[in-house]
């Protein structure tokens, strides 16, 4: 049986200075009027504007070489700067998945001119990407899908196919798609997937919006209809996809978006309502956001050693969406207990905001269903 181990370094003087430098930032930008905190930032707050300042000041690819327009930094420094934009609930999502896994992924397996073009531009704020790899039939269950890339001798690959819940495709640049190059393999559907870096302004892409149930457009379904890709469209080596997809997955689940998306409500409770909170709550929230804290820390670390923590990336994951449930749960029967006009407006908003996000984020990069069963098999369970 597996058993997981999650080494979390202490945070240095260097990672402090640069936490006082962005949360300073963010105290501005907020009393300027640049943005209103917003739950669920990430996937809700867009704003290439404020993207675009955050590139300023150099918080975007903080991890990759200065001659792609990063600054060399480790994953920790990056770990940073994304826990205080998202308890800040600043508006991060225009960029967000083009600093978190597409310039990673273009930086670990894209060519020298993809590197040159593309991941200065994303550590500027100035490209957003965006993923394709849920499909309509193929949800969690991602080895099903049916998007496929084709090619005649010499001729430039062809994609056919459709990619759902595609955050910010609407304003992305390019996605990175995982299709079918070449049939499964008996029972191994793994086989045979590829990973293509996809210019969003070719013939044949077509972006459609998926209205969610607050009414507003972030998710999205994509139209692959015989789109002619680049000559260097395929990323990394043919066939290899699943394992880059793996990869790419282990940066996506294992942040701190899983388990600080709701924290702005927590915080905000605390600001307007501390003497309604009890004292054994409030510590054990605390205690658990602090775990999911370590877990987290110990994950960039080992990504930063060049390790793949996939199946830990799913336990935080995991862990972190039941954390954000019961955080929801536990300020509505705070709030449930006073009437509603002797409550910060504010606060009720949030509340509001955050009832109407939670359903969503047990889906983003996995099911509860799909994650226990990755964590199960790991963990020699049957």
């Known amino acids: 049986m597996r058993q997981f181990v999650f080494e979390a370094a202490a945070e240095t003087e260097e990672e402090r200075t640069l936490r006082h430098s962005v949360r300073d930032f963010l105290i501005s ?4 009027g640049g943005f209103v905190p917003v739950a669920d930032c990430w996937v809700s707050g867009v704003s290439p504007e404020f993207s675009r300042k955050l590139g300023q000041q150099g918080w975007l690819g ?8 990063g600054r060399g930094l480790s994953a920790l420094h990056r770990l940073v700067v994304t826990e205080e934009l998202l308890v800040a609930g600043a508006p991060v999502a225009a ?3 083009a600093d978190r896994q597409t310039g990673p992924q273009i930086f670990k397996f894209g060519t020298e001119d993809q590197k040159q073009r593309i991941l200065p531009r994303i550590a500027a704020g100035e490209c957003f990407t965006c993923a394709g790899m849920s499909e309509p039939q193929a949800g969690s269950d991602l080895a099903a899908i049916r998007t496929r890339a084709d090619r005649s001798s010499g001729g ?6 459709r990619k ?4 910010v495709a609407h304003i992305s640049d390019f996605m990175i798609v995982l299709a079918r190059t070449r049939p499964a393999e008996g029972k191994d559907r793994h086989v045979g997937l590829s990973q293509f870096l996809v210019d969003m302004s070719l013939p044949g892409v077509e972006v459609s919006g998926i209205r969610d ?7 999205n379904e994509v139209l692959f209809d015989n789109v002619e890709m680049a000559h260097d469209a395929l990323l990394g080596v043919e066939g290899n996809g699943w394992s880059q997809c793996m990869g790419e997955l282990a940066v996506e689940r294992s942040g701190p978006e899983r388990y600080l998306t709701t924290f702005l409500l927590l915080e905000r409770l605390l600001a307007t309502m501390r003497e309604q909170v009890p004292s054994v709550v409030l510590g054990e929230l605390i205690a658990r956001v602090a775990t999911l804290r370590i877990m987290s820390r110990g994950i960039a670390g080992s990504l930063q050693r060049g390790n793949n923590p996939d199946t830990e990336a799913a336990l935080v994951k995991q862990m972190g969406n039941a954390f954000e449930k019961h955080l929801f749960n536990t300020v509505r029967a705070i709030l449930s207990a006073h009437p509603e006009p002797g ?8 509340r509001d905001e955050v009832q109407l996000r939670l359903p ?3 889906l983003r990069g996995g099911t509860t269903e799909i994650l226990r069963g990755v964590i199960a098999r790991q963990l020699g369970v049957r």
């Open 29 to 32: 930008e907020q009393a300027n």
């Open 62 to 69: 903080l991890t990759w070489p200065v001659q792609y327009g």
């Open 360 to 362: 969503a984020s047990s």
């Open 343 to 350: 409550i910060d407006p504010e606060l009720l908003t949030l």
């Open 95 to 97: 960029h967000w998945i």
């Open 164 to 167: 759902i819940w595609s955050t």
């Open 156 to 161: 430039p690959w062809v994609l056919n196919g």
């Open 213 to 219: 149930i607050a009414g507003q457009t972030h998710f």
